[in-house]
């Protein structure tokens, strides 16, 4: 199956279809392990629709989905231009593309979200997007763990998120890791609701 075929219900969240383009662009360019491993290895912290093969699939996807669905109340969206409204799903759905490095390694890389957001700045042409919206989408995805910015040895690796895109994007991959919030998925990794 195609990658865009996989990913047209969240391609359809953008508004901009410059920038759901340059989505596609990523999507493209992404692993294909982005697609088949766990979201997580011990199954320790995400429920279980993002366990088992194509379960790093199916969180980005509900990140992106809870993302969208915030968006769409006008007491959180209307707080969010059009575009950073589309970036933050962007954003949301390819944070975690480089979660085992690249090449792929065995474990997940603690500095997934600072490689991610930099495969985003380093590749900015060749995905479409301005200096500007890269550098967005760099800030909310490299912040996208939140508080957890300690590495196993104690290490302050990571930046905690300051603004309020960064704090929104951070919320909306928590939810999605949340075991007491099960999003339903259909045979073919959609959402089925």
Sequence with gaps: MERE????DELSYINDEELSNCLLNIINMLPDYWLEEAASSTGKYHPEYALGNGGLL????AAMRIGYELLS??????KYSSREKDLMLMALLVHDGLKLGMPKE??????HPILMGQFILDNKDEIGLSVE???FMNSVIKTHMGPWTTDYNGNEV???PKTKYQN???MCDFLASRKCLLVPFDENNNISV
């Design 73 to 78: 109340n006008p007491a959180i969206g209307d």
């Design 133 to 135: 919206d890269a550098e």
């Design 5 to 8: 075929e996989i990913f047209l």
């Design 58 to 61: 199916r969180h980005s996807k």
């Design 158 to 160: 990571l930046e905690k």
């Design 106 to 111: 065995k474990y997940t890389r603690f500095d």
């Design 168 to 170: 929104f994007v951070h």
